[in-house]
């Protein structure tokens, strides 16, 4: 197993608050509805109107940003997993958000969550670009949440 292999792991359940360590973080993408940034704006009781302003700052600065200090969830802009499609940009995106926000917030694992329903290849290839990049900002382990929402 190589040590990108072991520094990133599948996540294949839905993530629960409690099983978030101290110092981990969730970085997903600003998509409003029933996307993951919802999903984990409930989780931790951000209101609604607080949530859609962040969306709306992320995408239109199409920049990187974190909701911290009301709760360890960063976003990178939607275009990027809905209209892009490109390892490269996804992955700039990350090193931005290492850059900017990594160093102040996480100390333990980062749950990245970039479902539309399941990970875009794309996503994997771009975490994988990223692993120094992570480590060097504090990161002791990437999961990529990936499971398929049945009804």
């Known amino acids: 197993m190589s040590m ?3 520094f990133v792991s599948n996540f294949s359940h839905p993530l ?3 099983q978030l360590s101290s110092g981990a973080h969730i970085l997903t993408y600003a998509e409003e509805g ?3 940034l919802t999903f984990y704006c409930g989780m931790f009781k ?5 949530e859609l302003a962040f969306q709306d700052s992320v995408n239109s600065s199409d920049a990187v940003g974190t909701m911290e200090p009301y709760a360890p969830i960063s976003a990178i802009p ?3 997993i809905r209209e892009n499609y490109s390892a490269g940009a996804v992955a700039k995106s990350l090193r931005d958000w290492m850059r900017h926000y990594g160093k102040v917030g996480v100390t ?5 969550d970039f479902q539309c329903p399941s990970t875009p290849h794309f996503v ?3 975490t994988e670009m990223i692993v120094s990049d992570a480590r060097n900002a ?6 990529i949440v990936n499971y398929l929402v049945s009804e």
């Open 4 to 6: 990108k292999q072991q």
């Open 16 to 18: 629960e608050r409690s």
């Open 34 to 36: 029933f996307s993951p």
């Open 46 to 50: 951000i209101p609604k109107d607080l």
């Open 78 to 80: 939607r275009r990027l």
């Open 108 to 112: 333990g694992e980062l749950y990245l």
């Open 124 to 126: 994997t290839k771009a």
């Open 138 to 143: 504090g990161v002791q382990r990437i999961y």
